[in-house]
């Protein structure tokens, strides 16, 4: 088999980036667009000794797997793998993927995965739009995401994921930024303004937040772009983050308010929260209050436990749990974050929180080194970013040994490889579930409970 060679097969098994996986002639080829069950026609586009990338050609029997996909980008853009896949399967891959890595990564043998509690309503579910700004080949002045592995951006301005009032912001900035000759930022020269527009919506108050992501200090002209959005229903904050870098970080590090506040609020059950631009906040609030329902369930509090909350964000899940727990503990290296997770305490009167700006695996092994005995928690609940923690961070954590530890994670081959040092340092692992956040993507959000296993 080589290059341009043309070959018939089934497919049958899915990967991790919701490629289709198919073998024939002993050679595995991973095919795009491919779905498990679908008879295909593919053309080899590389081969290695074992293994090879195709190119799908024709479907010459659909799975019964398939589904039409809604959105017509869904095959260039970069944000949905995975939309032809039934949801139902969908939550399936997800469950699959997850056990998979625990057994491969993690060494597991027989992890208890729970089946993927799902969404209610697929679509329409991100709080939260980042939108590339630049121009298109003819040079007109576009938004909308970047193609698959590229850096084009496809002109969408309603993405099925977000919000439908997305589209019009976008449209209202555009046109002004055409009326007034306002530029976008050229990645290539690294010259130009608007880079992007991070929209951000609180589903549960309907207030919006409109962030300007430019190369330079001043947004020119920007009484215009304050009188044609503040009248928007829900319109609190429009501000500006201010990113001179040449590269591929989305935000800088400052950020100034041009209208209303700074941030906007939300609820996440009964506890309301404020969120400014630069701070992580869950991008699926129906979903997020289903992952904190199980890190309470897993924390299991009586109201007598100290909880450390590493990586805490906003102090979102610290104050969910401070409802129940004597003391939560919140870090978290974002300093706005931080600062926000401080005033989200007092706006719910929580007083049993307090909050620290830096690395986890910083500040909580100096917090132990200097408490002593005095730094034991009953619960640590740990919520990293894809890379997961640092060996160092769960060494602490071995060493200080809360009855429980919860870990969320957004990565779960991370999470399988901290979760075997947890596991061969003292811990079982009790039970995992997949929540799924991310629909139509191949991302999934997984919490665990893990015991001390002298207990
Ligand atoms: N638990 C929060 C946030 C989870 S996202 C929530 O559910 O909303 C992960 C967070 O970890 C982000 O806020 C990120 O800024 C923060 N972070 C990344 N690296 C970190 C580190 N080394 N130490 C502490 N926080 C870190």
Known sequence: MKKDDIVTLTIDDIGTNGEGIGRTEGITLFIKDALPGDMVRAKIMKMKKTYGYARLMEILKESTMR?????????????????????GSQLKFKE???RNNLKHIGGFENPKVLPTLG?????RYRNKAQFPVGYDKEGNLVAGFFASRTHNI???QDCLLGKEGNGRILSLILDTMKSYGVSAYDEKTGKGCVRHILIRYGEKTGEWMVCFVINGKKLPHAESFIEVLKDLPGMTSITV??????????????????????YITDYIGTISFQISPQSFYQVNPAQTEVLYNKALEYANLTGEETVWDLYCGIGTISLFLAQKAKKVYGVEIVPQAIADAKENALRNHISNAEFFVGKA???YPAYCAAHGEGARAEVIVVDPPRKGCEESLL????????QRIVYVSCDSATLARDLKYLCSHGYDLVEVQPVDQFGHT???????ALHRTDL
């Open 361 to 363: 695996e910083e500040v």
């Open 241 to 262: 983050n201010i990113n001179e870098s040449r590269g591929n970080v989305i935000l800088g590090e400052e950020t100034y308010t041009l209208y209303g506040q700074g």
């Open 154 to 156: 496809i002109p969408v």
């Open 395 to 402: 060494a602490m954590m071995c060493e200080m040994a809360p």
């Open 67 to 87: 589904t039409t996909p809604p959105c017509p980008e869904h095959k260039r853009c970069g944000g949905c793998q995975i939309q032809a896949l039934s949801y």
């Open 442 to 448: 191949v991302h999934i959000e997984t919490i665990v």
């Open 119 to 123: 969404m209610q309503e697929p679509y």
């Open 96 to 98: 699959n993927k997850v």
